[in-house]
Nanobody, 124 residues
Framework: QVQLVESGGGLVQAGGSLRLSCAAS????????MGWFRQAPGKEREFIAD????????YYADSVKGRFTISRDNAKNTVYLQMNGLKPEDTAVYHC?????????????????WGQGTQVTVSS
């Protein structure tokens, strides 16, 4: 069984920064790619970024490229999402998940073991 727990969300002004964490327990291996998604009210789940098992390769959605950075610490079984230059349209619940398809992959159905999410709210 795998559990993912996200943390680090909160309320921030536009232009500010947050760092999200995703702590994994259970059968998570350093070979598993991991991803971040977000979902705003009334909208579909949106791919943000994913990272290869080693952490050496990353892939981003165009909407966050240059502002967000995904990273991981396999010794701590934790994946991070550093978010800079936040905009009101970044407001959403952010989830992490484990990929079950080859990196890179962006479709939600290629991910499993979703965390409960952490709320990010960006005020204008």
């Amino acid at each position: 069984q795998v559990q993912l727990v996200e943390s680090g969300g909160g309320l921030v002004q536009a232009g500010g920064s947050l760092r999200l964490s995703c702590a994994a327990s259970g059968r998570i291996f350093s070979t598993d790619a991991m991803g971040w998604f977000r979902q705003a009210p009334g909208k579909e789940r949106e791919f943000i970024a994913d990272i290869s098992g080693s952490g050496g390769r990353t892939y981003y959605a165009d909407s966050v490229k240059g502002r967000f950075t995904i990273s991981r610490d396999n010794a701590k079984n934790t994946v991070y999402l550093q978010m800079n230059g936040l905009k009101p349209e970044d407001t959403a619940v952010y989830h992490c998940a484990r990929a079950r398809a080859a990196f890179p992959t962006v479709r939600p159905y290629n991910f499993e073991y979703w965390g409960q999410g952490t709320q990010v709210t960006v005020s204008s």
